[in-house]
């Protein structure tokens, strides 16, 4: 593969346009551009996820997690190139089926769970919520104009993935869940 980027300004942006890998320039606010930033921002919270997973006891969770970062760039890529089809059904299956898995491994869920309890749990959390407004974000753009609906779905079962990891993780340091209090009734 060749140099992508030899140089890393170009000004091309400075009027607030940016361009797409098509060579078409949009706004930098626009839904598609809206949703590619947004996945950019949660490929880099499942990196600062990844970079924590660390010990021999979270290896299941850094191995179903490191190839998401691969097939979030793809999106990315999608979103980049109109009308370009990379993620599938196949990828979204993957993620259906490591829900699956985890979800068999962890206590059934009585309670809601706050993200909290150690660093990781809440990076997990974190990552999940980014996910969801990445999938807000690549909504938005679906209500203008034709996108991969198989990308769209990856984004859906990766906030429920990284949900089922955060609550894997816990298990697997050993470290209680925050379950959420609610508010106590005034005494009358």
Same mark, same amino acid.
């Given at each position: 593969m060749g140099y992508r980027l030899? =140089? $890393?300004y170009t000004r091309t942006g400075d009027a607030g346009t940016t361009g797409l890998a098509d060579g078409s320039r949009v706004a930098k606010d626009s #839904?598609?551009?809206?949703a590619m930033g947004a996945v950019d921002e949660l490929n880099s919270c499942i990196g600062v996820l990844l970079a924590g997973l660390t010990s021999e006891a979270l290896a299941p969770v850094q191995i179903a997690l490191a190839p998401v970062q691969h097939r979030l760039f793809d999106v990315g890529g999608e979103l980049a190139i109109p009308d370009a089809l990379i993620i599938s059904a196949d990828d979204v299956a993957e993620l259906e089926t490591l829900i699956d898995e985890f979800n068999a491994q %962890? #206590? +059934?869920? =009585?309670e809601f769970i706050l993200p909290g309890g150690s660093l990781l749990i809440a990076q997990a959390h974190l990552a999940r919520s980014v996910c969801r407004r990445a999938e807000r974000r690549y909504q938005t753009l679906a209500a203008q104009q034709a996108i991969n609906p198989q990308a769209l779905a990856y984004l859906n079962r990766l906030s429920d $993935? $990284?949900? %089922? $990891?955060?609550r894997s993780v816990a298990r697997l340091e050993n470290t209680p869940e925050v379950l959420?209090? +609610? =508010? #106590?009734k005034p005494a009358e």
């Open positions: 030899s =140089k $890393l #839904p598609r551009i809206e %962890v #206590p +059934p869920l =009585k $993935l $990284l949900f %089922v $990891l955060a959420w209090q +609610p =508010k #106590p």
